[in-house]
Nanobody, 124 residues
Framework: QVQLVESGGGLVQAGGSLRLSCAAS????????MGWFRQRPGKEREFAAG????????YYADSVKGRFTISRDNAKNTVFLQMNSLKPEDTAVYYC?????????????????WGQGTQVTVSS
């Protein structure tokens, strides 16, 4: 199995930046498609960003395109989410997730492992 631990959340002012990290352990990290999901207050969990094993191809929800950047460092078993130009509506619990393949990457049901989440709060 794979264990995922998110970190880097916190409070930031609108327009600011924050970088989230997800550390993986337990088995071969580089074999997985990695995704970031977020859950806003009172709403269902939604896809934010995804990245294939090599890091070459990345995918983003329309709501974060141009502002968020996902990356990974397989040597360190870590995936990152750089969040810039943050808006109050970005306030959510952010979750790191791992899937065995990229098919259906926007759907949480297609991911095998999840972290516990890290809170991001953006003040206006």
């Amino acid at each position: 199995q794979v264990q995922l631990v998110e970190s880097g959340g916190g409070l930031v002012q609108a327009g600011g930046s924050l970088r989230l990290s997800c550390a993986a352990s337990g088995r071969t990290f580089s074999s997985y498609f990695m995704g970031w999901f977020r859950q806003r207050p009172g709403k269902e969990r939604e896809f934010a960003a995804g990245i294939i094993w090599s890091g070459r191809n990345t995918y983003y929800a329309d709501s974060v395109k141009g502002r968020f950047t996902i990356s990974r460092d397989n040597a360190k078993n870590t995936v990152f989410l750089q969040m810039n130009s943050l808006k109050p509506e970005d306030t959510a619990v952010y979750y790191c997730a791992a899937a065995t393949g990229p098919l259906g990457y926007t759907l949480s049901r297609n991911y095998d492992y999840w972290g516990q989440g890290t809170q991001v709060t953006v003040s206006s």
